[in-house]
RNA sequence: GCUGGCGUAGCUCAGUCGGUAGAGCAGCUGACUUGUAAUCAGCAGGUCGGGGGUUCAAUUCCCUUCGCCAGCUCCA
């Protein structure tokens, strides 16, 4: 028999050809943690056999592959075990997500929770009998066949469109499915899950098709892990936004006056005012010029923009005024442009950098709104830049450093990036796509900032760059978008006098940092679990007198504190101090000011913190404290 | 928009297999003068999301409409 060297990290092994691949890991004595491995690059299963001589590199669950492997494997384990307790259920698709994985089915009705106990309670005596997952390779024909004589008809739907054959199926017991794999060898193998939440879903994600029903699970290969996941979503619960800013006072959504239309409470009020207030500060500090516009146009204006010819879909109806027709903005970028136009410019003045909190109104679908995340009339935190082309880097560049310093004020420093290139269908021409492209990413390079490419992905006007920020849980949110417009000076017809005394025409940046106000405050909630920093708090410092007889000494703090600009309540009902405790700590404010005989006698306070820390000190210490952590934004 | 679920007091939730509803918290009133996460008592509070239908009778059953939630699709 004739052998060949398998070359692993950092050692090498010599095995007989036609050997499992299976062996030979169990000869390494790590069988327990490898899911699968890659052969020379290709992803292979573990019961596949040795054939050359090769690179071989495990596959655990730690890496990505081996989450989508054990996660694949996980939803053919469900897709079994709903075949088993639902013999009509017909299968469709089931991969591996993000955290774990679903599987869509044609079911005669929606599952309920007591179906998806019984398909787990299936699911553990599947993984029970430890069925080995086998690999097997078809013919086209072969496999309509065999899944025809399963009476699965999306299944041979989907053989018939695959046209490089052979094609691969996996079996466990008496379950067949149309999988490329990997798999894990056995069903033994998937040691924890917890079916999530089951839902409708599209075949194929469209509207137009059948609706499916889609079950939802995770998977790890040890308890303690699945269990830290639930307890994850358990976090993400308590620190949904909505939730909380019920509790918190911050907004409010009325049915009265309709869907996606936010009330700021006084308490979200004076947070969004901070916000702007920094957010307005830091902009004049980088070199842009703050501009207001109105919230209506003459419709002709959008006609001239592209909107409506463009954006329709998501503008509300024209209103009459004067027998003109008049359009509520679902972005400021044409009013800035008529800023623009209102003077002659030179290349001189180039560029504008014109910043804007604009309210806008986008008609969004009924099923997408979302708490304070999708709505539809939103403040943009928006930029427009009108530079020459040969300044486009430099002002990306000048983006990308105000961007990370303005996520960074509210602990953001793990960025997702994406430069979305030129799509099918754009305008102007492919040179200066290819010059603005190009800009960005050098951008992004010098900026030494990781990024992905999103090919074909860019808005049909320019290149943008986008950035998903990651909040506290690891959850990324789609904030920052940086645009480059080729078509709006354009159809506008907005110029410079350069150099040479002719008329060129500028380039467009559109940007949004937060992207809306609404959105980033609810992901600041949810980020911050409603204990804001003490810079935005609504309450800063509350001050609670034990008895009456402090109250003077409990007024006199309460004055001195707001003289020096914190926001400080004071709350001298007659109440037990515990009560009072009790709600400041509920209300998440972050300064505690207990002041009984004591602290009044001696002139200091009993400053209590979130974390239930108690420490004694004088107004003035108190009062550095604040301010340092206000003028600092941290703490 | 689609599919499914839900809508009962300010909030969180019970309940009625059809006979017009109940708790805790909040609120109000009173007592208590209080030491680091809930003092006690009393009172009041709901056309059971809106409209229509079936019925002697609807919060309950049916239809419709609005809204919310999950998912799909789409996006700041």
């Not at 075949?203 to 040890?222: A, C, D, H, V």
């Not at 209590?608 to 420490?615: D, F, I, V």
């Amino acid at each position: 028999m004739s052998e060949v060297t398998l070359r692993f990290d950092g050692h090498e092994k010599k095995v007989a050809i036609g050997t499992p691949f299976l062996d030979v890991i169990k000869s390494l004595g790590k069988l327990k943690e490898t899911i699968a491995v890659q052969v020379n690059g290709q992803p292979r299963d573990l019961p596949s056999r040795v054939e050359s001589d090769a690179d071989v590199t495990l596959i655990t669950f730690d890496s990505p592959e081996g989450k989508e492997i054990y996660r694949h494997s996980s939803s053919h384990l469900m897709a079994q075990a709903v075949k088993e307790v639902f013999p009509s259920a017909k299968m469709t698709i089931g991969p591996a997500i993000e955290e774990g994985f679903y599987y869509d089915f044609d079911f005669e009705r929606p599952f309920t929770p007591e179906d998806l106990d019984k398909i787990e309670a299936k699911m553990t005596e599947i993984v029970k009998r430890d069925l080995p997952i086998s690999r097997m390779e078809l013919s086209k024909e072969e496999a309509v066949k065999l899944f025809q004589q399963r009476g699965e008809p999306y299944k041979t739907e989907l053989i018939e469109e695959i046209d490089t054959p052979p094609i691969s199926a996996y079996q466990q017991g008496d379950f067949i499915d149309l999988c490329t794999g990997p798999h894990v060898p056995s069903t033994g193998k998937i040691k924890a899950f917890k079916l999530i939440s089951s839902a409708g879903a599209y075949w194929r994600g469209s509207e137009k098709n059948k609706m499916l029903q889609r079950i939802y699970g995770t998977s790890f290969p040890r308890r303690e892990d699945l269990d830290a996941h639930l307890k994850k979503l358990e976090e993400i619960k308590k620190r949904d936004h909505r939730k909380l800013g019920k509790e918190l006072d911050l907004f409010s959504i009325s049915d009265e006056i309709g869907p996606g239309l936010v009330l700021w409470h006084p308490n979200g009020a004076i947070i969004r005012k901070t916000l702007e207030d920094f957010w307005r500060e830091a902009h004049v500090k980088a070199g842009y010029e703050l501009v207001f516009s109105p919230h209506i146009a003459r419709l002709d204006l959008w006609k001239q923009s592209g909107h409506l010819q463009f954006y329709k879909e998501n503008m509300y109806a024209p209103m009459d005024i004067d027998g003109m027709p008049f359009e509520l903005k679902p972005m400021n970028c044409p009013f800035h442009i008529m800023i623009y136009k209102s003077h002659l410019r030179s290349y001189r003045d180039l560029p504008f950098r014109w910043a804007e909190l604009g309210t806008v109104y986008r008609y969004e679908r009924s099923g997408v709104l979302h708490g304070l995340l999708r709505v539809r009339g939103f403040t943009q935190d928006d930029a427009h830049l009108f530079c020459r082309p040969d300044q486009i880097e430099s002002e990306i560049l000048k983006v990308l450093d105000f961007t990370t310093f303005v996520l960074k004020t509210f602990g953001f420093d793990s960025y997702d990036i994406y430069l979305s290139t030129r799509p099918e269908k754009f305008v102007g021409s492919p040179e200066r796509w290819e010059q603005a492209t190009a800009a960005l990413e050098s951008a992004l390079k010098q900026k030494g900032l990781a990024y992905q490419i999103d090919p074909g992905e860019g808005v049909f006007y320019g290149p943008k760059i986008d950035m998903k920020i990651k909040d506290v849980l690891g959850r990324s949110w789609q904030c920052t978008t940086i645009q480059v417009d080729f078509n709006l000076p354009e159809r506008f017809g907005i110029t410079y006098r350069g150099e040479d005394g002719r008329e060129h025409q500028p380039i467009m940046i559109h940007r949004a940092l937060m992207g809306s106000i609404e959105r980033f405050f609810g992901i600041l909630i949810e980020h911050y679990a409603g204990a804001f920093p003490t810079w935005l708090s609504p309450v800063q410092a509350k001050v609670l007198p034990i008895t009456e007889r402090q109250r003077d000494y409990a007024g006199q703090i309460q004055q001195r504190l707001r003289g020096a600009g914190i926001r400080c309540a004071l709350d001298d009902r007659n109440e037990k101090v515990g009560l009072k405790i009790r709600e400041a700590q509920l209300m998440k404010v972050p300064y505690m000011l207990v002041v009984g005989d004591r602290e009044a006698a001696d002139q200091t306070l009993s400053v209590r913190n979130r974390a239930g820390e108690s420490t004694t000190m004088t107004l003035e210490e108190l009062q550095k404290k604040i301010l340092d952590e206000i003028a600092t934004r941290v703490g």
